[in-house]
């Protein structure tokens, strides 16, 4: 289990991501297309925006626990959680390979 204060921190990232989402957009196509004084006027702005604005400083957590590594995108859990679900069937679909 994470601790409480990295999942806290995760989501109030993903709060701060979506509510700058289309700003960041607009100035990252006036960087890609603008005139180099348009563009420099979008650098900066995009500077002045907060670092937890970016989603790039979002992790992949479980959605159970919290754990940030070994995550499995397809179904949000990490390696150790999606086995013992799986083992206990409570992943539909899922089932135990055997050959």
Known sequence: ?????????????????????SKRAELKEAIRTGTP???AAAVRELGRQP????????????TVDGRPRGHLTRFGLSRIR?????????LPGITKASW
């Open 37 to 39: 004084a348009e563009r």
């Open 82 to 90: 999606f086995r013992e679900m799986a083992h206990r069937g409570e």
């Open 1 to 21: 289990m994470a601790k409480k204060s990295k999942i806290a921190a995760n989501r109030r990232r993903e709060v701060v991501v979506t509510r700058h989402a």
């Open 51 to 62: 670092r937890d604005a970016s989603a790039t400083r979002l992790r992949n957590r479980d």
